[in-house]
Nanobody
Framework: VQLQASGGGLVQAGGSLRLSCAAS????????MAWFRQAPGKEREFVSA???????YYEDSVAGRFTITRNNDESAVYLQMNDLKPEDTAVYYC???????????????????????WGRGTLVTVSS
């Protein structure tokens, strides 16, 4: 089971980036997927999640600016990030819960302990 995030980089405030996460080794289309981020000196926090049927969840500070999508044919999940702010600077990780776990609400989607597989992360730096 492997997740590989990519697409990070340096961008000015107000700019956009699109993160990708390629999945392999499990039945992707039956699994929820999520993005978390960890800023320097801070704990890892929830950003967004998408269930196997396309229900989406967003942390309040990114709602309206970020969009999560998935492509089951490509076993990939994406995070389109618009209007980026310096406080979005972090390493972004994609994650997947165990296949037996059902993401039924925001609480389930946003809890780190519900995720079993993590990618290596991709760094997003937003300059002011």
């Amino acid at each position: 089971v492997q997740l590989q995030a990519s697409g990070g980089g340096l961008v000015q405030a107000g700019g956009s980036l699109r993160l990708s996460c390629a999945a392999s080794g499990f039945t992707f289309d039956t699994s929820s997927m999520a993005w978390f981020r960890q800023a320097p000196g801070k704990e890892r926090e929830f950003v967004s999640a998408i269930t196997r049927i396309g229900q989406t969840y967003y942390e309040d500070s990114v709602a309206g600016r970020f969009t999560i999508t998935r492509n089951n044919d490509e076993s990939a999940v994406y995070l389109q990030m618009n209007d980026l702010k310096p406080e979005d600077t972090a390493v972004y990780y994609c994650a997947s819960p165990p296949l037996t776990f059902s993401v039924d609400d925001y609480a389930a989607a946003s809890s780190l302990r519900n995720y079993a597989v993590w990618g290596r992360g991709t760094l997003v730096t937003v300059s002011s």
